[in-house]
């Protein structure tokens, strides 16, 4: 189909293919024409003229002719039948014949006259009585004329000369052959004329198809790439311009095709970025939000005792006492929640330096579940440590301390399931120490799992509030781990949830 659409591409005015042949065919019938008025016009003329030169020649070898040898009679023969011309030639200005065409075998030998021997050459001179119909040329070394001979009815060329013997010579040549071999080569050059016009024209009809195939071909590509599809190349096949311009739209679809791409890239990345600004948004608002509504209640119940306090309520003063007691510790929780907000402003600032040093990993999860032992042992959960030996890490301790807390913390408050337990493990690589927290519980939904890491997120909104616990512990993980340039996440397990870190591993050199 795709030959067969190339062959014959949708006729209309614009087709390059159908333009060109056009023109090509135009050239073929004006050439054919022009040689076909030629050939009818002039063949004949063309044809006298050759007659002409022909009679003259003759006479010029005729010149070159002893007369009186020998061989005289030979000679001219042999140069009339070359020419196959009629030839007559008398002594001086009389009728005396010293040859004639139609009497040479009897005049070899013997020389008539005219008025003499006229019922001897009766049939010569009947076939020579000739009736001057046209003398068309005259020239210094003689006459063209047309002549008749009456008895035949044929019309001659005649060619009347003086040889420089002083002799008079009459050459002649029939007019109807003359004019017959003119008709023949007129015809034969008509159809000669006729076949190479179709041949042209055939020719010119395959040029046309494969000189505009690349160009149709270059028309369809450019339309795709119009639509934007860059799929399509063209077929450079030669080196010259057509093959430079093929090679150049490719360039040119491949140019296109990568801005594009580029251009869908950066459209894509400032979706991502417009949606991230949205997120941003939300998660200030939120921010504020939830800031206001951790700060409003403990204000509320600082607000409440302080004004019952100074309305004396009570009497008692343990009453006094415990209302004090309530404010300092809604105060505490306060002052928490500002210290942490102003942790995370910091860390996320870029403005803090981490005092990074060799420490050991063992000993810090050690010491840090030791003093959470009590903790653990009340709530009734089974701590299971895990750990490879001699795991010695090289980044700040105290801030990958709060990390391990954070999730301790949390595996804390969301230990679940009939046989509760918390798991800490850890597994090395070439450069890192993966550090994991498990605990059972319920599995975190899947849309949750990257908003964990956002200010004040609770994974469970029914905790209470006595836990002490904000929401933006997870926040503090994410920018102490984004400081170290190392990774962090969360994954559900089959009967609960682990969190994991990255440390950076120091690797002794073995080879002192």
């Known amino acids: 189909m795709k030959k067969f659409h190339l062959l014959f591409p949708k006729a209309q005015n614009k087709s390059v293919m159908l333009q060109l042949f056009i023109q090509l065919l135009t050239i073929v019938f004006l050439m054919v024409s022009f040689l076909l008025i030629i050939n009818s016009t002039f063949i004949e003329t063309l044809f006298y003229a050759r007659t002409q030169a022909d009679l003259s020649r003759i006479v010029y070898q005729i010149n070159d002719i002893d007369l009186s040898s020998a061989s005289f009679y030979d000679e001219v023969k042999e140069i009339e039948s070359a020419d196959t011309s009629y030839i007559e030639i008398f002594r001086g200005n009389s009728n005396m014949l010293l040859y004639s065409t139609a009497m040479n075998d009897l005049r070899k030998h013997f020389v008539f006259d005219f008025e003499e021997n006229k019922h001897w050459m009766f049939d010569f001179a009947n076939a020579r009585n000739l009736v001057d119909l046209e003398s068309f040329r005259i020239s210094d070394n003689g006459v063209y004329m047309i002549g008749k001979d009456t008895a035949s009815d044929i019309e001659y060329v005649v060619y009347q000369s003086v040889l420089k013997t002083g002799d008079r010579i009459n050459v002649y040549a029939q007019k109807n052959i003359i004019e017959s071999n003119a008709q023949y080569t007129s015809d034969i050059m008509r159809i000669v004329i006729c076949v190479i016009g179709v041949a042209l024209m055939i020719v010119f009809f395959i040029y046309s198809w494969r ?55 950066k459209n894509r990345q400032l979706e991502i970025d417009i949606e991230h600004e949205h997120k941003m948004e939300k998660s200030r608002k939120e921010f504020v939000s939830n800031v206001s509504h951790e700060l409003k209640t403990p204000i509320a119940i600082i607000q409440g005792y302080a004004e019952g306090l100074k309305l004396g309520i009570s009497d008692n003063p343990e009453d006094n006492e415990e209302y004090l007691d309530v404010i300092i510790e809604e105060a505490k929780r306060m002052n928490t929640l500002v210290l942490d907000l102003l942790e995370l402003s910091y860390y996320e600032s870029g403005t803090y330096k981490l005092n990074e040093a060799e420490f050991s990993i063992n000993n810090m999860i050690e010491e840090y579940v030791s003093a959470q032992k009590k903790i653990v042992s009340d709530k009734d959960i089974s701590l299971d440590v895990s750990l490879p030996e001699n795991m010695t890490g090289f980044a700040d301790e105290q801030k990958i301390s709060m990390v391990l807390n954070n999730y301790f913390s949390n595996a804390l408050s969301h230990c679940e399931g009939e046989e509760k337990i918390i798991r800490i493990s850890a597994e090395e690589s070439d450069s890192v120490y993966r550090i994991r927290v498990f605990n059972t519980g319920k599995n975190i939904q899947k849309e949750t799992l990257e908003e964990m890491w956002s200010n004040f997120f609770r994974g469970d909104k029914s905790h209470r509030r006595e836990e002490g616990r904000f929401g933006i512990g997870l926040s503090i993980v994410a920018a102490i781990q984004n400081m170290h340039s190392m990774q962090f996440g969360c994954d559900n397990k089959e009967n609960g949830v682990e969190f994991w870190f990255d440390v950076k591993k120091v690797v002794n050199d073995l080879s002192i």
Request: glycine fraction near 4%; aromatic fraction near 4%.
């Open 211 to 265: 000189f505009t195939r690349p160009l149709i071909e270059m028309n369809e590509v450019t339309k795709h790439v119009a639509k934007m599809d860059f799929s399509k190349k063209c077929v450079a096949k030669s080196t010259n311009e057509l093959g430079q311009l093929a090679e150049n739209i490719n360039s040119m679809s491949d140019s296109l095709s990568k801005a594009m791409g580029d251009l869908k890239e």
